[in-house]
């Protein structure tokens, strides 16, 4: 009797924990689809049409109602997510490799979950054109996975995403062109953008930064370090206040986020990491980028991170293309201070010229790639895309991303701004 009273309180608090773990995804996933510009209602939706078509879509197939986590309408297409805090729960195949759709499959893996309510509205509703998201894990460790669903009974297992940019409203069409037909899409056009984004924010660090030329890419190179945590909880720009909260200012907040993504980068040993942040030293110490600039109504490195976080961090939207655009941008950008960028010794490789290597060398998937004067790193990423366009998997290309390239970089000031990307 003991004992089963025990086995029984076990599992209460096994529950309640497995309960606090989904609400806190729940909660990480709203937070990164409302950053995105992407509206949303949860358990159901405001569009009488979707809403109609998921009032028999219960998952364990009683014709009852069902509903995923969250519903979304971008222009024509519709967004479905579905998450779980247990990553052994992702996705289930069957032996063939496809989507198992056994009900037990579709209540317990997310993107099964996922599919099985975007097929609903795909078949059941004029909407037509569906991207059905699976996320499980929390918010460090998390995996995102999306399909693409039509109401011809078909889909299409796309590659696992890092944040939703791709699906904001800015990007969605972009996406399904690229990746969903499989069409090339007009890559200078946003090349342009940058390159004009470059020299408006060079404009504004001059104006209200005052730092020296040497610095700028620095700053700019460590603020999209630390947007990069935001992903992961580590950081937010509205905590940017421009007071000394617990002590800190701005720069401060900023190199805790910069830390943290180099520490989750496994950027190592700590020799390595700490000379690698001492670069980034100007953003703590300057006294004019920690102030609230009168013009402004807030300091300049807030000001930089909104600009840089909506300008480029969030609207680079041909990420899987050799293009090297964080290393154009910061061309650009430094030709503002030496005339040719090479005040700060950036010498950039033409995007052709690196293509070219890749396609004599005949990099593949398996080769590891060295680049002893990596400067920026373009030719690395060059060789990264060629790579992961080869994979078979997805678990081919994470571990091509994470040992199958190393570059030397004697300038340390060059290191951290190739560190950015």
Same mark, same amino acid.
């Given at each position: ?18 309960? *606090?773990? /989904?609400?806190?995804? =729940?909660?990480?996933?709203? !937070?990164?689809? $409302? +950053?995105?510009?992407?509206?949303? #209602? ?46 052994? *729960?992702? /996705?289930?195949?069957? =032996?063939?490799?496809?989507? !198992?759709?056994? $009900? +037990?499959?579709?209540?317990?893996? #997310? ?311």
């Amino acid at each position: 009797m003991f004992l089963s009273r025990f086995n029984s309180h076990q599992l209460v608090i096994e529950g309640f924990h497995t309960a *606090r773990k /989904e609400a806190a995804l =729940d909660l990480w996933v709203a !937070d990164r689809l $409302t +950053e995105c510009d992407i509206e949303f #209602t949860s358990q159901g939706s405001s569009i009488k049409e979707i809403d109609t078509a998921l009032k028999d879509a219960s998952k364990r197939g009683t014709g009852n109602a069902g509903y995923p986590e969250y519903v979304s309408k971008i222009g024509r297409f519709v967004l479905v997510i579905e998450d779980k805090a247990s990553q052994s *729960r992702h /996705e289930k195949l069957t =032996d063939s490799g496809i989507l !198992d759709m056994s $009900t +037990e499959a579709v209540t317990d893996y #997310t993107v099964n979950g996922g599919y099985h309510y975007a097929s609903h509205i795909a078949k059941k509703s004029p909407f037509t054109e569906v991207f059905a998201v699976g996320v499980s894990g929390d918010s460090k460790h998390h995996t995102i996975s999306p399909v693409f669903v039509n109401d011809r009974e078909g889909y299409k297992r796309l590659p696992d995403l890092e944040s939703f940019t791709w699906l904001s409203p800015s990007n969605i069409v972009e996406y399904y062109t690229r990746y969903v037909l499989d069409e090339p899409t007009d890559v200078e056009k946003t090349t342009e953008q940058i390159l004009k984004d470059a020299a408006e924010l060079h404009e504004y660090l001059r104006t209200y930064g005052s730092i020296k030329d040497q610095d700028k890419a620095l700053v700019v190179a460590g603020i999209l370090l630390a947007l990069d945590e935001i992903e992961y909880g580590g950081f937010s720009i509205d905590s940017l206040t421009g007071d000394q909260t617990e002590g800190m200012r701005d720069g401060d907040k900023l190199m805790n986020a910069i830390r943290g993504r180099l520490t989750r980068s496994n950027v190592g040993p700590d020799v390595k990491k700490n000379k690698l942040l001492a670069e980034f030293g100007i953003i703590q110490t300057s006294f004019h980028l920690n102030e609230v600039n009168d013009t402004l109504g807030m300091t300049p490195l807030h000001y930089y991170t909104n600009f840089l976080n909506e300008h480029v961090f969030k609207s680079i939207k041909y990420q899987n293309t050799s293009e090297d655009f964080i290393g154009r941008f910061y061309g650009e950008f430094m030709s503002y201070s030496g005339g040719d960028g090479q005040t700060f010794g950036i010498v950039l490789t033409p995007k052709h010229i690196c293509d070219l290597m890749c396609e004599l060398v005949d990099v593949k998937p398996s080769d590891t790639v060295l680049d002893p004067t990596c400067g920026t790193a373009g030719f690395l990423i060059a060789a990264m895309h060629r790579m992961l366009s080869s994979a078979t998997s997805e678990q081919e290309r994470k571990g091509i991303k994470k040992t199958h390239f190393h570059g030397i970089e004697l300038q340390s000031n060059m290191f951290a701004v190739a560190a950015a990307k």
